[in-house]
């Protein structure tokens, strides 16, 4: 056989037959789904990861606050607190920097934890994309201590996907005993 009829025979061969097309096209389509499928759980789990970051980080900021300020407190203005309701409001008497006597108001505005210090309001303790969706406040004492204990509900959602945490302190006023 010459080198020019086997390279014509081999021209008339070129390319693929149904069967190895239809072969080759489901392997594609089968593998297209797997790594969009992958991406979109791997974007789902990166999203509930960044809630779950953002919720702990307006937590811990709170808690921190609510405890640091329960401990130098030495009485709960219990007339001017909302207790065991949501939402809450407490409001601590403590003394500044200076001794001179004040009072510490965690409450809820717009959806956020806010903080008043001496009647003035000095911003908030939950991030913007943080709901608090519960804050309830309580106050248990005995003839020596008086603690207070709250309840904390926050959420946070982007898209389809919701967070929703729950947190709770109890905290002894030091300045009570």
């Known amino acids: 056989m010459s080198i020019t009829k086997i390279y014509k025979k081999a021209e008339k061969e ?23 499928s992958a991406v979109v759980t791997s974007m789902s789990a990166f999203v509930e990861f960044r809630l779950t970051r953002d919720i702990n980080n307006s937590a811990t900021t709170i808690m921190e606050r609510f405890v640091r300020d329960v401990r130098i407190a030495y009485d ?5 607190s909302t207790l065991s ?7 601590l008497n403590t003394t500044d920097e200076f001794d001179n006597a004040t009072t510490t108001e965690f409450y809820i505005d717009s959806g956020r934890i806010a903080i008043k210090e001496g009647g003035v309001s000095t911003g ?17 004492s005995n003839s020596n201590t008086i603690a207070v204990t709250m309840r904390l509900q926050l959420s946070a959602s982007r898209g389809s996907v919701q967070k ?5 302190s109890t905290t002894i006023l030091r300045g009570s005993y």
Do not use: C
């Open 14 to 36: 070129k390319g693929f037959t149904l069967v190895e097309m239809v072969i080759y096209v489901s392997f594609l389509a089968v593998f297209s789904v797997m790594v969009v």
């Open 76 to 80: 709960v203005d219990q007339t001017e």
């Open 124 to 140: 908030y303790l939950s991030s913007q994309n943080i709901e608090v969706d519960l804050l309830v406040f309580d106050v248990v």
């Open 85 to 91: 309701s949501h939402p809450g409001r407490l409001t």
């Open 164 to 168: 929703i945490e729950t947190f709770y």
